[in-house]
């Protein structure tokens, strides 16, 4: 079975500072994908970065980009320029390739961004 | 537009009562899903029905009985509540092929006493 493994229960990052997540999980499969979400005090769920397995160039959104390392099955997320709106809890998660398959979550990372 | 909507946000009962949380999503998806997150933050996959087929059922007690009357719509009942079934449940949906992402819901709060 898929195991997704954060191991920082809690971070914080000052205002403007760069803050990294991690996320290490296990599969024998070749081909799957990985995400972030992030979780806001509103307990929406908001996808936060994508990065499919196959491709070796890391995702980028805006101030959010990732370091994949397949070798290694780690997917690091860097948040740059941190803004007090990206204080929430993020989740690291994983999805086999196909159709209907169900995301497996690690068990999150509280953010807190200081002023 | 919500893309995803969920009915009750909040929802307070008593042991022993029947509860059902609707979803809906108006993306057009193919596959939608029930998550559980507990009072730990920690989210778990339910249940999946692809084009209203049940796809995906994980180790969940016989108490909980999803429902899905069509693709857009996926409901959760629950009979019996107890204690333990207090929780946040997300519905998501997505759409069969690349880029696989799943848009969840905002959420139910239930709460039993």
Not at chain 1, 44 to 73: C, D, G, P
Not at chain 2, 26 to 52: A, C, R, V
Request: aromatic residues 12%; positive net charge; proline residues 4%.
């Amino acid at each position: 079975a898929q195991t997704v493994t954060q191991s920082q229960p809690e971070m914080s990052v000052q205002e403007a500072e760069t803050v990294t997540l991690s996320c290490t999980y296990d599969t024998s499969e070749s081909d799957y994908y990985l995400f972030w979400y992030k979780q806001p005090p509103s307990r929406q769920m908001i996808l936060v970065i994508r990065q499919e397995a196959y491709k070796q160039q890391n995702a980028t959104e805006n101030r959010f980009s990732v370091n994949f390392q397949k070798a290694a099955k780690s997917f690091s997320l860097k948040i740059s320029d941190s803004q007090l709106g990206d204080a929430a809890m993020y989740f690291c998660a994983y999805r086999r390739r196909g159709g209907s398959e169900k995301l497996v979550f690690g068990k999150g990372t509280k953010l807190t961004v200081n002023p | 537009d919500t893309a995803v909507s969920q009915t009750p946000k909040y929802l307070v009962t008593q042991m022993g009562n029947d509860k059902s949380i609707k979803c809906e999503q108006n993306l057009g998806h193919d596959t939608m899903y029930w998550y559980k997150q507990d009072s730990k933050k920690f989210l778990k996959i339910m249940f999946s029905y692809n084009n209203k087929e049940l796809i995906i059922n994980e180790t969940v007690p016989n108490r909980f009985s999803p429902k899905s009357p069509d693709k857009a719509h996926l409901n959760l009942h629950i009979n019996s509540l107890e204690l333990g079934d207090s929780a946040v449940y997300f519905c998501a949906s997505s759409q069969g092929g690349v880029p696989y992402e799943q848009y969840f819901g905002p959420g139910t709060r239930l709460t039993v006493t």
